[in-house]
């Protein structure tokens, strides 16, 4: 993503960094544009994260998610972009992404990535 767009996440130190827990923040209000068509895309996003020494701080997660209202990219770009920003600024233990898009044309598409593995339970 466009470090415009990155530059806007901001994180604060983790608070219990020696434990392993998790983190689940839900987007239901996401909107990104088809590059086809450049008609709005519409989906929730719920990303789940083990946090080591950062987390990212939610208005910050808010105004980089609205940049993406004007970007033109497939659902799997777009989900995948913001696992890697995610990532980088926060180097969580793991972390993934659920994207749930809006059934368009009686189709509904998920796109679900992950960084690092996810310890069972």
């Known amino acids: 993503m466009p ?8 994180t604060f130190d983790n608070p ?10 839900v987007c239901p209000e996401f909107t990104s544009l088809c590059p ?5 895309d519409f989906g929730t996003l719920t990303i789940i994260y083990s946090p080591a020494a950062k987390c990212f701080e939610l208005k910050s997660l808010k105004l980089y ?5 004007n970007h033109g990219a497939f659902y799997e770009r777009v989900t995948n972009e913001i696992l890697d920003d ?12 659920h994207a749930a898009f809006t059934p368009r044309g009686g ?11 996810r310890p069972r339970s």
């Open 3 to 10: 470090a415009e767009f990155t530059s806007l996440l901001e």
């Open 16 to 25: 219990f960094p020696e434990r392993a827990y998790e983190i689940e923040t």
């Open 36 to 40: 086809k068509t450049g008609q709005p």
């Open 65 to 69: 998610l609205q940049q993406y209202r």
């Open 86 to 97: 995610l990532v980088g600024v926060t180097q969580p233990r793991w972390m993934t992404i």
């Open 107 to 117: 189709i509904r598409t998920n796109v679900i990535v992950t960084h690092g593995e």
